[in-house]
């Protein structure tokens, strides 16, 4: 089974903070994903990766960074938090298409 | 750039009763269509996939969906839904090369026991 970890389930982070979610395949895949997922609006690509140290900016990519030093890992970075960031986050890889997601981190930015 | 539409928004249903959720979307090439489904408090999972050959695919749980290339649609469908399909589905599109999924806004449904 494919696995993809997301290392935290709830965060709570403060105004100005930086952040960073992690996270971790297991199935060599190529191509990582970060999206979030906030009611109405459906899931929102924030930053994708298809191979190590390349990264394309998504829809609404402003306010976040990504960074892809290993090909199993794929980490979003708030450079500095702010309330309308408070939101599922949800991790992915992919083989032709078919994503396969982590079990999301929720982050409540106060 | 491509779009899709999911047009309801959140779906009321009793038990036993027939299911479709429109998918509409927007892409002038070859697409790979998906559904997903997401159980409350569970993770996003694949409920079913379209690359190519038989338009009506079906999926897992009694569940299927039509593509009908004319009207850029993808609708899914189930004839008798249960208590436990309560969650919140997603339609997603890839281009053939399978880049940049999009997905739809979402539809949730309710089943009532």
């Known amino acids: 089974d494919v696995k993809v970890t997301q290392s935290s389930r709830y965060l709570v982070k403060r105004t100005g903070e930086k952040v960073f979610l992690e996270c971790v395949q297991d199935?060599?895949?190529?191509?990582m994903f970060w999206y979030r997922q906030d009611p109405g609006l459906g899931l929102r690509l924030i930053y994708f990766s298809y191979d190590v140290k390349m990264k394309e900016k998504g829809d609404i990519p402003e306010g976040y960074s990504v960074s892809r030093e290993k090909k199993e890992r794929f980490s979003l970075i708030l450079e500095s938090a702010s309330t309308n960031q408070t939101s599922m986050y949800l991790c992915a890889s992919s083989a032709r298409g078919e994503l396969f997601f982590g079990s999301g981190t929720q982050l409540s930015v106060l | 750039a491509q779009s899709v539409s999911q047009h309801n928004h959140h779906v009321i249903l009793s038990e036993a009763a027939s299911l479709e959720l429109g998918c509409n979307y927007s892409y002038g090439g070859t697409v790979n269509l998906f559904w997903y489904v997401q159980y409350p408090g569970q993770h996003l999972q694949l409920l079913l996939k379209?690359?190519?050959?038989?338009?009506l695919v079906k999926g897992i749980k009694g569940f299927e969906a039509e593509f009908i290339k004319s009207k850029f649609s993808f609708n899914l469908r189930k004839p008798s839904v249960q208590w436990s399909d309560t969650a919140e589905y997603f339609c997603?599109?890839?281009?053939?090369?399978?880049?940049?999924?999009?997905f739809g806004g979402g539809t949730r449904l309710m089943v009532k026991p």
């Open positions: 997603a599109v890839t281009d053939n090369a399978g880049n940049m999924l999009t």
């Open positions: 199935m060599d895949h190529e191509n």
């Open positions: 379209y690359f190519s050959g038989d338009p």
